[in-house]
């Protein structure tokens, strides 16, 4: 089942430590190579020794210091991973990662990471410590860069304190592992595909200050794209005003208004063979946009509105056989019933349907809950999952859909 494949593990200092060396001990069993480095706190919890005996390998605690089982130690060891996980992670090293600092042998080796690699840390650190905005900020960056996140839990923690911030058990990190790593499998089952993704909201000018948009963040789309292009399409980005980075590998078309969005996806269209429509275009432009800013008066203002084109519905107008088309509905009521009735109305061959007031799903938030309805009037419904988890199980569908192997 593991296929030998080499596991590095980064133990860091909590006391959660203890329970990394069940991981190892479980993973070893399963016939995964774990190789394990610890941070200098790791080492006022647990000895490095233990680790060495339960893995069979030398234990990296010292970037300078080891003697050199590979001579370039951080970049050989991540070479050899197929996978990184750390457990437990603190604060501290979610905080270096997601500002690139890389001061000892852990944090360089996963800056070093091969691109593709998964890296999924298990959070594991006081209730406080895991509620404060800076930290849930850099739990927020890393995901939306594609890092994996396992837990934390609920529970008695070590301070006394009861609360969210228990490293999950080790046989729940075991699992996530392996679903990460037969993942991997698939990560060029698109290889050859072109796809255009659009994400994000639109903004419709008022006047040279102010606009209308929607609560879209593009997280979802953004997360579509970087998880066709692992694996192995070719993906072009359309995307509306949002705050995320770039995803690498993607080439990006960045417009404002959704008669951009329309002129850019028409333009790309013709070359490409799936279509993932996950922006919240604008249904309504204001009909006299100002080129001067609008003064306010003691009258109340009336806007009159006017329809924006629907990008999606004419994608299904002249659509060839070949082109796979895929829309999203953002819902609040209704769901299953109004997603199904734009699948027909737009001619797709699949829509992903949200209801954006439920918890853990719809804008913002790094977990989404969808329910998939193909052409054939299958309903998939998915629970709740990580954006980049959802990406994949749509991509799933889609490869379903398209016909590939
Ligand atoms: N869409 C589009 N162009 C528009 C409006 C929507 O391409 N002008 C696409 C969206 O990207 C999404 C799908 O159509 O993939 C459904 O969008 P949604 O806003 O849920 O539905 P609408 O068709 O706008 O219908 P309504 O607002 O009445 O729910």
């Not at 860091?12 to 774990?34: E, P, W």
């Not at 604060?91 to 890389?102: D, E, P």
């Not at 994996?148 to 075991?174: N, S, W, Y």
């Not at 419904?381 to 991509?395: F, G, N, Q, S, V």
Request: charged letters at 25%.
């Amino acid at each position: 089942m593991s296929d030998g494949k080499t596991i590095v593990l980064g133990v860091t200092g909590g006391i959660a430590a203890y329970k990394a060396c069940d991981l190892v001990s479980r993973l070893v069993k399963k016939g995964y190579k774990v190789h394990v480095i610890m941070t200098k706190s790791a080492e006022h919890f647990v000895n490095p020794l233990t680790f060495r005996t339960l893995s069979g390998h030398p234990v990296i605690t010292d970037m300078f210091s080891e003697p050199g089982e590979w001579n370039v130690q951080h970049v050989s060891l991540a070479e050899k991973a197929d996978i990184m996980v750390i457990a437990p992670a603190t604060a501290n090293i979610l905080g270096k990662v997601s500002h690139g600092l890389a001061d000892d042998m852990l944090s360089t080796t996963i800056m070093a990471a091969k691109p593709g690699c998964p890296v999924l840390f298990a959070p594991a650190m006081n209730v406080n410590m895991y509620r404060n905005p800076v930290l849930q900020e850099n739990i927020k960056k890393l995901t939306d860069l594609g890092y994996f996140f396992i837990g934390p839990t609920e529970g008695h923690l070590a301070c006394g304190t009861q609360g969210k911030g228990r490293m999950v058990e080790a046989d729940e990190i075991v699992d996530k592992i392996i679903s990460l790593l037969e993942g991997k499998k698939d990560l060029n089952d698109f290889l050859d595909k072109k796809i255009l993704v659009t994400a994000g909201p639109t903004r419709e000018a008022l006047d040279p200050i102010r606009f209308l948009s929607n609560r879209s963040t593009g997280t979802m789309g953004y997360a579509i794209a970087q998880a066709a292009h692992r694996r192995g399409a070719k993906v072009y980005l359309v995307s509306g005003p949002t705050s995320l980075v770039q995803p690498p590998g993607v080439e990006i078309t960045r417009v404002e208004s959704a008669r951009e969005m329309h002129q850019a996806v028409m333009r790309i269209f013709p070359h490409v063979d799936i279509v993932i429509k996950a922006a919240a275009v604008a249904d309504y432009r204001p009909r006299d946009a100002a080129d001067y800013k609008i003064k306010k008066k003691d009258k109340p203002l009336t806007l009159v509105l006017e329809r924006n084109p629907d990008i999606l519905w004419e994608l299904g107008q002249i659509k060839n056989k070949r082109q796979i088309l895929v829309g999203f509905a953002a819902e609040t009521e209704n769901l299953e019933q109004y997603a199904r009735e734009k699948l027909e109305a737009k001619n797709l061959d699949l829509i992903v349907a949200n209801n954006v007031k439920e918890e853990g799903a719809g804008f913002g938030g790094t977990t989404n809950i969808v329910t998939i309805i193909t052409k054939g009037g299958e309903t998939i419904k998915l629970p709740r999952l990580t954006k980049l988890e959802a990406a994949h199980a749509i991509l799933d569908q889609i490869r379903i859909q398209a016909g590939i192997n």
